[in-house]
């Protein structure tokens, strides 16, 4: 994994004007990109893993927007979080007001406190 470093411009934090690592991304791979690869040597035709991924989505997303939490084996845990400002009374907080939007959080799948998803990353410095 690339990385590049950065300085913190957010005057807010208390890291403000330090430096962090943060990762370089190179491309963004397409769904179709996704399954064409799923589907090579696999028995299953590509239209096949279109139709089942686009249901996948569709079921996966209802889910989340109902509030519920979605673990897919294998992968990891999916949830919306809401993102919203703080109020010193809870009486005088407003939805429309205060809600500034809703992030999704991914938290990979953990077996005995390993987490395949980040096997074998290495770091390496962006030349740029």
């Given at each position: 994994?690339?990385?590049?470093?950065?300085?913190?411009?957010?005057?807010?934090?208390?890291?403000?004007?330090?430096?962090?690592?943060?990762?370089?991304?190179?491309?963004?791979?397409?769904?179709?990109?996704?399954?064409?690869?799923?589907?090579?040597?696999?028995?299953?035709s590509?239209?096949?893993?279109?139709?089942?991924?686009?249901?996948?989505?569709?079921?996966?997303?209802?889910?989340?927007?109902?509030?519920?939490?979605?673990r897919?084996?294998?992968?990891?845990l999916?949830?919306?979080?809401?993102?919203?400002?703080?109020?010193?009374?809870?009486?005088?907080?407003?939805?429309?007001?205060?809600?500034?939007?809703?992030?999704?959080?991914?938290?990979?799948?953990?077996?005995?406190?390993?987490?395949?998803?980040?096997?074998?990353?290495?770091?390496?410095?962006?030349?740029?």
């Amino acid at each position: 994994m690339r990385y590049k470093i950065k300085k913190e411009t957010k005057p807010t934090l208390p890291t403000f004007g330090k430096y962090k690592a943060v990762a370089v991304h190179n491309q963004t791979i397409s769904s179709d990109q996704i399954l064409k690869e799923a589907a090579q040597n696999n028995p299953l035709s590509k239209g096949a893993f279109i139709a089942a991924a686009s249901r996948l989505a569709e079921v996966i997303n209802r889910h989340l927007r109902e509030g519920d939490k979605v673990r897919l084996q294998d992968w990891g845990l999916m949830k919306l979080e809401i993102e919203s400002m703080k109020v010193d009374d809870p009486k005088d907080f407003r939805a429309t007001k205060h809600i500034r939007g809703v992030r999704l959080h991914f938290l990979p799948e953990s077996y005995e406190g390993t987490q395949a998803l980040y096997e074998g990353i290495t770091f390496e410095k962006d030349k740029i």
